[in-house]
């Protein structure tokens, strides 16, 4: 085995990484690089880990998180970037890396091809279906609002409420770019969604002024379109100017163009409404009246197709007279008729009543042709004999029959039977009826076993 020449130095493993970090970091100073994004990670820390890739080569990346906070859009796998940093290395793997301290993409093409396989993906998903969007309140009680606090667009949306139809307005503070800026929007809207029902808004409206591609990129996070598609109220999407769209405006029940005009979707004019209304209302009254005079003439024609209510009568009130000339006549008639009728009954009752008594003494004495002594004595002793038997009966079924066998009644304080053991045992005092008189008694129940002390 050859003997290691005398002359060269022998290192540490930590200082040849030391010597490989500083010489790297002496060879390379600030340096840009275009890649692809690959395995990309953020950790719990917030600090961001990757590589940059092309067809033949792979350079391990890291952003620190403070760095990372001031990214307008966000990074994911197959995303052409140019990452400007610093080249080191880390000791703890063998690996150099580039510490990058500025990201953007790979020009505004990269950008927009994100997104349009961001939006072919979420349309698969049927999350832009027209099917899914929803009438906007026509007169919401609430409108919830989600937006920076300190731009010119809450100032534009409020001060275009207030022009036309003023309402409450519940405002949820965001930013609306950079790093984190798409979690907090879509917090926003699930949060509205999560008020309680008394405080939940009937409309909400997302809204953001123009910008680049880039400042726009957390409207079209999956997140936020997501949020939107899935958002139980009714949602407005009012992000940039007319000329941008953005993935919230195809997942939003309506899409405006521009904040100020989700205000006027948002709310009626009241005074045109207040127009409107009079214009209603007085065009009801006309057809009241118009129908109420239809109504009147038509009641008039046909009050004048009537016969007067004298004529009605004349014809009745002759008959009436005739009837009181007749009635006197029918009267004296009608007496004759019934006086006849009672003298001739008067003048056959005593042959009728002499014929039925009659009948009676011949039916009386073929009774008593029949009622001998012998036959009713017979007839008592029988009924003698069954009551007898009757008697016997009821006295072998008798208690004080049983009792003379040696058996007693339990009765309780109030001289009612107790018939089972657990009357008697629930009576506690009894009577005891015996054959030759009662005796009081007081039942005891089983006694439980004492229990031992636990201690």
């Known amino acids: 085995m050859a ?21 790297v970091e002496a060879a390379f100073g600030l340096v840009r690089v275009r890649g692809e994004i690959s395995g990309f990670k953020r950790h719990g820390s917030g600090h961001l880990y990757f590589a940059l890739k092309d067809a033949d080569a792979v350079l391990d990346a890291v952003m620190w998180r403070g760095t990372a906070q001031g990214l307008t859009f966000r990074p994911e796998d197959g995303l052409e970037v140019v990452a400007t940093g610093r080249l080191t290395t880390y000791p703890g793997r063998s690996r150099y ?27 698969a998903e049927g999350l832009f279906d027209a099917a899914r ?6 007169l919401p009680e609430r409108i919830g609002i989600v937006t920076s606090p300190t731009g010119a667009v809450i100032r534009d949306i409020l001060h275009r409420l207030a022009d036309r139809f003023p309402r409450e307005v519940l405002l ?35 809204a953001r ?25 009714p949602l407005i999407s009012a992000v940039g100017h007319e000329t941008d769209t953005t993935l919230i405006d195809f997942a939003a029940d309506r899409r405006a163009p521009t904040p100020t005009a989700a205000a006027e979707m948002a709310v009626p004019v009241r005074a045109d409404l207040e127009l409107r209304v009079a214009e209603t209302g007085l065009r009801l009254r006309q057809a009241i009246a118009r129908r109420h005079g239809l109504l009147a003439e038509r009641v008039a024609g046909l009050g004048a197709r009537l016969p007067r209510p004298a004529a009605l009568l004349e014809v009745r009130r002759q008959r009436l007279d005739d009837a009181a000339e007749r009635l006197p006549r029918a009267v004296r008639a009608l007496a004759g ?25 011949t039916r009386h004495a073929a009774v008593a042709g029949r009622l001998r002594p012998e036959l009713l004595l017979a007839r008592l002793e029988r009924g003698r004999q069954a009551l007898e038997a009757t008697f016997r009966l009821a006295a072998s079924l008798s208690p004080d029959a049983t009792l003379a066998r ?8 109030d001289g009612r039977l107790l018939p089972d053991a657990p009357a008697v045992r629930k009576a506690g005092d009894v009577r005891l009826r015996l054959r030759d008189g009662e005796v009081e008694a007081r039942v005891g129940g089983p006694q439980a076993p004492a229990q031992g002390r636990l201690f």
């Open 172 to 206: 949820w503070p965001v930013p609306v770019q950079g790093e984190g800026a798409e979690q907090r929007i879509a917090a926003a809207i699930r949060g509205f969604a999560r008020l309680p029902a008394e405080r939940r808004p009937d409309l909400l409206i997302v």
């Open 337 to 361: 008729r019934a006086r006849e009728r009672c003298d001739r009954a008067g003048a056959a009752l005593p042959g009728a009543l002499g014929l039925r008594v009659a009948r009676a003494r």
């Open 3 to 23: 003997s290691a020449p005398a002359n060269i130095p022998e290192l540490s493993v930590s200082e040849l990484s030391a010597a490989l970090k500083r010489t």
């Open 209 to 233: 002024g123009g910008g680049s591609i880039e400042d726009l990129m957390p409207f079209n996070a999956e997140e936020v379109v997501r949020a939107a598609a899935e958002s139980p109220i």
């Open 133 to 138: 969007k929803r009438p906007l309140p026509f």
């Open 97 to 123: 890396q580039i510490v990058v301290e500025r990201l953007e993409p790979a020009g505004v093409g990269a950008l927009l091809a994100q997104v349009e396989e961001r939006k072919r993906r979420l349309a």
């Open 406 to 413: 040696g058996y007693a009644l339990v009765l309780g304080p």
